[in-house]
Structures are given as structure tokens and as C-alpha cells.
């Protein structure tokens, strides 16, 4: 089974996220902002779906996503954009970005798992 490479600034989000999806019997992966999440596309090849916080200090998922899907390496791993932005226009913001599939936090785990089941 891929992993899912989490990408969160926030640890409490990551924690929530990554425990619910281990209980569903998902292998997770975790980053606390893009430099790390790059090192570790780098260094694991197991990787197969990238759930990304589009809000982070350093390097946002905006800027972020068109690099992945720039990449030959990358390009191929789909972008789940993870978001608070939940406003009119957001989902097409994160798509127009890149991202594959959207979803708003709280993170409606059954939704979620939908989304994963889509790119599995």
C-alpha cells in the first residue's frame, strides 16, 4: 500500500488526521511544511497521494502544488487540498492551483476516505 504524505504547519491537525486514517488502514507520512515535504518526495518512493494545508507560513499549497505538478518525478501523485478556506470560490482556487480533489476542514472523514478511494 502507498503512503499518504500529510503536509500540515499545524502538528494538532496532522495528529487528528493522520490517527483517524492509520485506524482506517492507511500507511501516513507527515511534514510540518514544504521543505521537509520535499525531502521526503526526495527520499520515499512510496508515496502515492499528497493531502496538503493550503495555508502555511513558508511556502503555501498554492505556490507549492504547480512545483509537484511541474516535477517528473511528482507530477503523477495526486494533490488533495485540505483547507479552512471554505468560502465561495476557494474549491476553484485550490483546483485552478493544481490540487486534484478538495476538501474543507473539519475534514469529513467519510469524504475524505472517498477522495482516497478515487485516486487508490
Known amino acids: 500500500m502507498r503512503s499518504i504524505l500529510i503536509i500540515d504547519d499545524d502538528s494538532r491537525n496532522?495528529?487528528?488526521l493522520s490517527a483517524v486514517l492509520k485506524a482506517r488502514g492507511f500507511q501516513c507520512v507527515t511534514a510540518?511544511?514544504?521543505q521537509e515535504a520535499?525531502?521526503?518526495l526526495t527520499a520515499e518512493n512510496t508515496i502515492g497521494i499528497v493531502l496538503m494545508d493550503m495555508m502555511m507560513p513558508d511556502m503555501d499549497g498554492y505556490e507549492a502544488i504547480p512545483i509537484l505538478k511541474?516535477?517528473?518525478?511528482?507530477?503523477?501523485l495526486p494533490v488533495i487540498a485540505v483547507t479552512a478556506q471554505a468560502m465561495?470560490?476557494?474549491k476553484d482556487k485550490c483546483l485552478a492551483a493544481g490540487a486534484d480533489g478538495y476538501i474543507s476542514k473539519p475534514v469529513d472523514i467519510d469524504k475524505l476516505q472517498q477522495l482516497l478511494d478515487e485516486y487508490a
Open 32 to 34: 510540518t511544511g514544504m
Open 38 to 40: 520535499f525531502d521526503l
Open 88 to 90: 465561495a470560490g476557494d
Open 70 to 76: 511541474a516535477s517528473p518525478q511528482w507530477q503523477h
Open 14 to 16: 496532522i495528529f487528528a
